[in-house]
């Protein structure tokens, strides 16, 4: 056994034991074990069981920890009447598109019950399960911002596994670059175009975290921790976290941070120069030559023949816009099939808004649409605040959502995944700060915190 697995195994048994004492601590090292969950050199299986992985029993035992302890903590159950619902709405969505790809297994003849069972439903809903632990243990000042940082420590320690893995010679050329980030993910886990949608909004999520720190020496400590997330997001070559990295932070920038507008242009102007191999990869496509001479844009280079699959993407959504057909839809179809024939390898839409219609239609989108729309403007009231722990929290989570959202254009699922674990807590801790910024200002009185049974105002929480 490697020194490296030793450890792993050491830090694991340290945590299940710990979380009968403090639950909340065990799952804040289950969201760090995120960063490295997909490595090369982590278990995926233990004594041949399936789904029996170091990952899997940390989680197992915080559940069990969590969902005893409750009772002891005094820890009721508060979420919002609203978001609750379309919670349920969600999963309702996504059992049904699963029933209905177990009912109609066409063309998917040979994915064995059980792991269609164990991939499309299992491991769809464990993703959002740490989310709502957090919502219903982040009752403290303490607490949120412990999770804060271990959700920006998660994605700067990928940020440096991508940095390790891809040598800085990559930034300057762009065929070394495409060939190392087809290997990337082998060696990290997370594809290059996961690992680039994440690290796209971590990097603003990180700067928007500035506001809680005063101490000037942190403030430049997390300033290279926001530099260091960014180069990592750079070295993947992934133009739709690129595309989001830039569409994120010009959003953030007319929400709040109006006055750094300025420096964007010189960013645009300065990036180009310092990673020439990143904007030859972003500008492919851009002033090809056609057979006449004639400077020409090739779309399809640009959206790497998504644009040739996504017209017969829309044809089958329109045969069935209002339910779709169900999980899997893409191959379930035959569509997946049909662009193979044509020389095109595409097992989904490759577009989370296509991916979504196509499987569960308007009627199963829409509230899908609704709970993302519901989070974009919650957290954009909390990242407005003049509450420094609420803008802290608000920001990180625009800037994950808005990074997914325009990143899914040409990638990622509304589906939770594994590469969205860390998403999801952002979500759920943004929806506990809401609801407590929203009792703090509806009523003076005093609550109780469960962690120590002490009668504190909100504002002394959160402020």
């Known amino acids: 056994m490697s020194i490296r697995l030793t450890a792993l195994y050491i830090f694991l048994a340290f945590l299940i034991i710990y979380a009968w004492k403090d639950w909340f601590i065990s799952l804040c090292g289950l969201i760090l074990m995120m960063a490295v969950i997909t490595h090369e050199d982590m278990p995926k299986t233990m004594f041949g069981i399936q789904g029996l992985n170091p990952w899997n029993i940390l989680f197992l035992a915080v559940f069990i920890a969590w969902f005893a302890t409750r009772h002891r903590e005094n820890l009721k159950w508060d979420m919002p009447g609203y978001a609750s ?16 790809a177990v009912l109609d297994r066409s063309y998917i003849e040979d994915y064995p019950l059980k792991s269609l069972f164990s991939e499309e439903l299992i491991n769809t809903i464990k993703w959002v399960i740490p989310g709502i632990l957090l919502f219903d243990g982040c009752r403290t000042r ?35 670059m495409s060939e190392l980030r087809i290997r990337l993910g082998r060696y990290i886990g997370y594809s290059a175009c996961d690992i680039s949608a994440m690290l796209a909004g971590a990097s603003w999520g990180t700067l928007a975290a500035l506001s809680l720190i005063r101490k000037k020496m942190y403030k430049i400590l997390a300033l290279i921790i926001a530099g ?17 990295w830039v569409a994120s932070g010009l959003v953030m920038c007319f929400i709040k941070w109006r006055k750094y507008l ?62 779709g057909y169900g999980r899997l839809a893409m191959q379930r179809t035959g569509l997946a099939k049909q662009m193979l024939e044509m020389g095109l390898s595409f097992p989904h839409p490759h577009n989370v808004y296509l991916e979504t219609l196509l499987d569960n239609g308007i009627l199963g989108s829409l509230p899908i649409f609704v709970f993302w729309g519901m989070v974009l403007v919650l957290c954009t009231k909390l990242f ?57 200002q509806m009523q003076a009185t005093s609550y109780l915190i469960p962690q120590n049974q002490q009668l504190l105002q909100p504002a002394v929480v959160f402020n």
Not at 228 to 244: D, F, K, N, P, W
Not at 314 to 320: A, G, P, R, T, Y
Not at 389 to 416: D, K, R
């Open 85 to 100: 619902i379309l919670l349920l709405i969600y999963l309702v969505v996504i059992i049904i598109g699963f029933l209905r």
């Open 142 to 176: 303490r607490r949120v911002i412990t999770v804060l940082v271990c959700i920006l420590a998660m994605y700067f320690i990928v940020s440096v596994q991508v940095i390790r893995f891809m040598p800085f010679s990559a930034a300057y050329n762009i065929n070394a």
């Open 228 to 244: 260091t997330i960014m180069l990592g997001q750079v070295m993947t070559g992934g133009r739709a976290g690129y595309v989001a």
């Open 262 to 323: 300025v420096l964007a242009p010189v960013v645009l102007i300065l990036l180009p120069i310092i990673f020439p191999a990143s904007a030859d990869r972003m500008l492919s496509g851009f002033g090809k030559t056609d057979v006449s001479g004639h400077t020409v844009i090739d779309n399809n280079e640009i959206t790497s023949d998504r644009i040739l699959m996504w017209p017969y993407v829309i044809d089958k959504i329109c045969e069935s816009p209002l339910i």
């Open 384 to 440: 407005r605040s003049s509450n420094r722990l609420c803008s802290a929290v608000g920001g990180l989570t625009l800037a994950l959502t808005l990074a997914q959202l325009f990143a899914g254009i040409g990638a990622q699922h509304y589906y939770p995944r594994i590469s969205t674990l860390s998403l999801w807590c952002a979500m759920f801790l943004s929806l506990r700060i809401y609801l407590e910024q929203k009792r703090s």
